[in-house]
């Protein structure tokens, strides 16, 4: 039986050498099939890999960018200013202390922090009574001046908190942002940066105490903003220094003319929403904003429902936290790949932290974020694949397969030209 098949194959080979019409049209059918593949394999790594991430070192020469600084004010005690302020607004009325205590809850509400006691309000109406928004506006500090003592970078002491800390009204609260692309239109115009070479490379904060709220310092990329899954660090009396190792990534100017679906990122001005920018935590707020509205009708915050009333109050509050939101959120970007990373996110990485004892603030919440070690690597983002280069490795397989160039071509339409002449005896 092999020998059969041995000789058919044998004889099958000897037919098509001798046939040469019939050993070319095999030539041609395989060198076209591989031809084909070659094609798919060159338009998939067109549309799935065009570009990638290089390696840069010569790091003397670089301007670094520290990270953006948020510090957001959040639940700290109930003092008689926030009691005399509840007072007022229900004259002739001494309310409960479980009444204050549901009011100051509800006025640092966030989506980590949802727990309400709505029973305590029945007698009221949906807001327990108040404008908590006015409250806010009253209680809460609104410029860095009001609760920042001293900030220093470099060990230079700035004098003014203002031209370093913005305010913003977030997720989180009320926060103060320096180093952000929300209030700079570049990264290259932000004031705190450090070149590799300088010695001291920290931010010092000196922030008042006894207020009726503490602090929370969030470290993060500069087109990201404090979010309800970002990690953030107390500020207490004890003087803390948290240090961080930051990489910065950088882009070519083509990447952003590549497709989203190909570079896996997105730039800051990608955002689907009007007037607002693209991060990973910004797309994971708005994700969880828009669950909110779907599920309790109303929200805490939002770039998109910015209406107060569409803030919620004490009921829609508790309709919040037993929609477990967070989870949801975080399973629904997990699952789907909802949001995609910033293409200019820095890769900070936590080293560690640690208490100093300085005499000199003695009773003020002291803070210090430092980069532990100057950057010695960047990495750059290019386009390896555009269009251009497929068209020529599509040339370059032709003529690989059938030794093709456009000379050849212009001879076969000259020849197939000169058959349809005699054909037709023009």
């Not at 108040?130 to 970078?153: G, P, Q, W, Y």
């Not at 932000?190 to 000196?206: A, C, F, G, I, W």
């Not at 080293?351 to 750059?380: C, D, F, H, M």
Request: charged share 20%; net charge neutral; glycine share 4%.
């Amino acid at each position: 039986m092999a020998r059969n098949i041995y000789k058919l194959l044998v004889d099958f080979t000897k037919y098509i050498f001798n046939k040469r019409r019939i050993f070319w049209m095999f030539v041609i059918l395989i060198s076209g099939w591989n031809m084909v593949r070659i094609f798919i394999l060159m338009k998939h790594r067109y549309e799935t890999d065009s570009t990638s991430i290089g390696v840069s070192t010569s790091y003397s020469r670089w301007i670094n960018t520290f990270p953006s600084i948020g510090v957001c004010l959040s639940k700290n005690r109930i003092t008689d200013v926030f009691t005399n302020a509840v007072k007022k607004r229900f004259p002739g009325d001494n309310p409960p202390y479980s009444h204050i205590r549901t009011l100051y809850d509800y006025l640092f509400i966030n989506p980590n922090n949802l727990y309400l006691k709505a029973d305590y309000c029945n007698k009221y109406n949906s807001t327990c009574g108040v404008n908590i928004l006015d409250m806010r506006k009253e209680l809460f500090a609104r410029t860095c001046s009001d609760f920042m003592e001293e900030i220093t970078f470099a060990e230079k002491v700035l004098p003014d908190c203002e031209k370093i800390f913005k305010f913003h009204e977030l997720e989180m609260g009320y926060c103060f942002l320096a180093n952000n692309l929300y209030d700079y239109p570049s990264i290259e115009e932000m004031p705190l940066r450090y070149t590799s070479l300088d010695k001291h490379r920290n931010l010092r904060l000196v922030l008042k105490s006894g207020l009726l709220y503490r602090y929370d310092l969030y470290i993060n990329s500069p087109e990201d903003l404090p979010y309800f899954n970002a990690v953030f660090y107390a500020i207490t009396s004890e003087h803390s220094i948290h240090s961080f190792n930051v990489e910065e990534i950088h882009n070519n100017k083509d990447v952003i003319d590549e497709p989203i679906s190909q570079r896996m990122c997105k730039f800051p001005s990608e955002s689907n929403e009007e007037g607002s920018l693209y991060s990973f935590s910004i797309c994971m707020s708005n994700i969880r904003s828009e669950m909110e509205m779907q599920l309790c009708n109303c929200t805490i915050f939002s770039n998109k429902y910015q209406s107060t009333r569409n803030y919620c109050g004490i009921y829609g509050v508790s309709c919040l936290e037993e929609g477990n939101l967070v989870t949801k959120v975080k399973d629904h970007v997990g699952y789907n790949t909802a949001c995609l990373p910033s293409c200019m996110e820095q890769q900070i990485s936590y080293v560690g932290s640690r208490e100093k004892e300085l005499s000199k603030y003695q009773g003020k919440n002291v803070v210090e974020i430092e980069i532990a070690s100057p950057p010695t690597v960047r990495y750059l983002r290019t386009v390896t694949q555009t269009k251009l280069d497929l068209i020529v490795a599509i040339g370059s397989v032709i003529g690989l397969f059938f030794g093709a160039s456009l000379l050849n071509l212009m001879e076969i339409i000259s020849m197939v030209i000169s058959q349809i002449r005699k054909i037709l005896k023009i």
